[in-house]
């Protein structure tokens, strides 16, 4: 079946590095959809990024990502890491026609200072 | 815009106990969604519904029911509360296919 992949559970940066969050996924479709949500400490998930598009990068809030079916991947990235990005980063996937949305487990980044 | 609203914040329960979730959404929107939050299990789907009267089975939806009683509303009935069970439940609403999902703010549980 439909699966997402996030390879690392806790990301833990300095302030101003570079950010860089894997997300694999698995569909049989040629269609996939692929979400950023993020998740701040006793919040709800919200939407960051969104993309269908092949080799289109796609940008929001200083974050950005880019899907590429030929390898599956839709990795979130920022190039200077803030305190405030510090959160629960799910990225999800749906395919087909019923909007149910596919998990990974989540990544923590944390940015220190 | 629109709110997710979600009854009650905290919820304590006993082991066995029949206990139940509610979700309201002004946004307007077709689908709602029930999600369970575990630390480290990601969010997992327990049952959808893509219009009023609706119920569509997700990946945890085993000792779960759920109602979707009107366009605005989604309840769901955990059937026997497990001892010691502790879980964050979530609802979301969504309009159109691959739209953007809206999360409530979340029902904590807890089993004693």
């Known amino acids: 079946g439909d699966s997402v992949t996030q390879t690392e559970g806790l990301v833990t940066l300095t302030e101003g590095l570079p950010v860089m969050l894997n997300c694999t996924y698995q569909?049989?479709?040629?269609?996939?959809?692929l979400f950023w949500y993020v998740q701040h400490l006793n919040e709800s998930p919200r939407l960051l990024l969104k993309s269908f598009t092949d080799n289109k990068r796609t940008e929001h809030q200083g974050f950005h990502a880019t899907l590429h079916k030929s390898s599956s991947s839709f990795h979130l990235q920022k190039s200077s890491a803030q305190l405030s990005d510090s959160a629960l980063y799910y990225c999800a996937l749906i395919t087909g026609n019923t909007g149910k949305l596919i998990f990974g487990l989540g990544t923590t980044l944390q940015v220190q200072p | 815009g629109g709110i997710i609203t979600q009854t009650p914040k905290f919820l304590i329960g006993q082991e066995g106990q029949k206990l139940t979730l509610k979700c309201q959404q002004n946004?307007?929107?077709?689908?709602m969604y029930w999600y369970r939050q575990d630390s480290g299990k990601g969010l997992r789907l327990i049952y959808y519904s893509i219009t009023e009267n609706d119920l569509q089975k997700g990946d945890l939806s085993e000792g779960y029911d759920a109602s979707r009683e009107k366009k605005s509303s989604f309840s769901l009935t955990v059937t026997s509360a497990q001892k010691n069970e502790m879980a964050v439940f979530l609802c979301a609403s969504s309009g159109l296919n691959y739209a953007e999902q809206f999360f409530g703010p979340g029902t904590r549980l807890t089993v004693l």
């Open positions: 946004f307007n929107h077709d689908t």
């Open positions: 569909t049989i479709y040629s269609n996939p959809f």
